[in-house]
T-cell receptor, first 110, second 113 residues
Framework: SQELEQSPQSLIVQEGKNLTINCTSS?????LYWYKQKYGEGLIFLMM?????EEKSHEKITAKLDEKKQQSSLHITASQPSHAGIYLC??????????FGAGTTVTVRA | DAGVTQSPTHLIKTRGQQVTLRCSPK?????VSWYQQALGQGPQFIFQ???????QRGNFPDRFSGHQFPNYSSELNVNALLLGDSALYLC????????????FGSGTRLTVV
């Protein structure tokens, strides 16, 4: 979706290092979802953010929503091989569907 | 508690044929959405079904049609298959107000030859 830009397109991180993925919307966000996908498989739900300034964490993954910038970031601390995959952000523009970014491919090097 | 179930997992069809994909939503969900994901891209919204009716539709031709049954399960039908229809087809279920978000299935990989 051109309404949602994800960056970077791909990244390679050394195991144990941190990484951040950004998702910027050109429209007002009603909600922002983060999913992880292994190649060719379904989407695994990570987090849902609905309020400006909201921040959620699960294990080593933290996601924030900046309402002013209409932007969300996903941060992984001390990356592990299990964090490798494609990360997708999906926007709910209050239209009862999700509009997705193109995804960020994360590679974790041992 | 079963999540979203899709069948079949993989499918190979010939150009011009028709295909039907199936989806059973997560328990407690009454709304089903279908997405198409081409290689290297994010999922694209096809349509959504609620109360057995198409609630809204994305930018897909009429060759793509669907149905929702009284038990909330859904089918996606694609007629006159084109090579460009090769993709991963994802089903997502939610409550009518998506209050608890969207749960995705594992997808059906369709290859058109």
């Amino acid at each position: 979706s051109q309404e949602l830009e994800q960056s970077p397109q791909s990244l390679i991180v050394q195991e144990g290092k941190n990484l951040t993925i950004n998702c910027t919307s050109s429209k007002t966000l009603y909600g922002l979802y983060w999913y992880k996908q292994k190649y060719g498989e379904g989407l695994i739900f990570l987090m849902m953010l609905q309020k400006g300034g909201e921040e959620k964490s699960h294990e080593k993954i933290t996601a924030k929503l900046d309402e002013k910038k209409q932007q969300s970031s996903l941060h992984i601390t001390a990356s592990q091989p299990s964090h490798a995959g494609i990360y997708l952000c999906g926007a709910d523009f209050n239209d009862y569907k999700l509009s997705f970014g193109a995804g960020t491919t994360v590679t974790v090097r041992a | 508690d079963a999540g979203v179930t899709q069948s079949p997992t993989h499918l190979i069809k010939t150009r011009g044929q028709q295909v039907t994909l199936r989806c059973s939503p997560k328990s407690g969900h009454d709304t089903v959405s279908w997405y198409q994901q081409a290689l290297g891209q994010g999922p694209q919204f096809i349509f959504q079904y609620y109360e057995e009716e198409e609630r809204q539709r994305g930018n897909f031709p009429d060759r793509f049609s669907g149905h929702q049954f009284p038990n909330y399960s859904s089918e996606l039908n694609v007629n006159a298959l084109l090579l460009g229809d090769s993709a991963l087809y994802l089903c997502a279920s939610s409550s009518w107000d998506r209050g608890y978000g969207y749960t995705f299935g594992s997808g059906t990989r369709l290859t058109v030859v």
